[in-house]
């Protein structure tokens, strides 16, 4: 008998940030799919399959591993909220690729050349790393690997990442900057309301 899958730890009252318009890079594949770009370039991307509870939670597109983008490597991408909002933690799931490596999140409202950003530093693990970086847990794992030109790496199990950096004091939001490190990959991004 199968063990019934570890829930997701997504953040509690996290509000969702829209990547969909940003998505430019296919981290999950199926069976049927011959290995493109994948995660490093060198096709080692999610078994589809092994995601598949992880999904819904992270807005993936309907026909997502099978080579429609699921993830936005970070090129300064800018996410906007419909909404302005006063945020205390700032949630990315995700993984770098090449090791573990970092970028600057830029948290800011109007407009960009006037208004005062807050800058936070974000560190994900590798998606074959098997421990976390600081300030993080995991968040999904897949069954397997898939390698170049689809093949099956079953020794192998990507990890996903889900890091949570405090913010200062009530940070007031309407865009979230991505960095500009096409080595981490960002699959979902929420802010926690701040409620004092």
Not at 6 to 11: A, M, V
Not at 49 to 63: K, T
Not at 80 to 101: D, I, M, N, Q, W
Request: glycine share 10%; aromatic share 6%.
């Amino acid at each position: 008998m199968n063990a019934p899958p570890t829930p997701l730890p997504l953040p509690a009252g996290g509000v969702a940030l829209d990547l969909a318009p940003h998505r430019n890079n296919a981290g999950c594949h199926s069976r049927s799919l011959i290995a493109a770009e994948g995660l490093d370039g060198f096709g080692r991307a999610f078994s589809a399959h092994g995601l598949q509870a992880a999904a819904a939670a992270l807005g993936f597109p309907e026909q997502w591993g099978e080579g429609e983008p699921d993830n936005v490597a970070c090129e300064g991408q800018t996410l906007e909220l419909a909404a302005p909002l006063k945020a205390s933690a700032l949630h990315v799931a995700g993984v770098a690729a090449g090791g573990s490596t970092a970028g600057v999140f830029r948290l800011g409202h109007g407009d960009a050349a006037t208004s005062a950003d807050t800058t936070v530093r974000v560190r994900l693990a590798d998606f074959l790393a098997r421990l976390p970086a600081e300030h993080s847990v995991l968040f999904a794992e897949a069954d397997f690997l898939y390698d170049i030109a689809g093949r099956t790496q079953r020794r192998a199990q990507p990890r996903m990442w889900l890091a949570t950096v405090p913010l200062p004091g009530s940070t007031l939001c309407t865009r979230v900057e991505l960095p500009v490190n096409p080595d981490l990959h960002v699959f979902g991004v929420w802010l926690t309301p701040d409620d004092t």
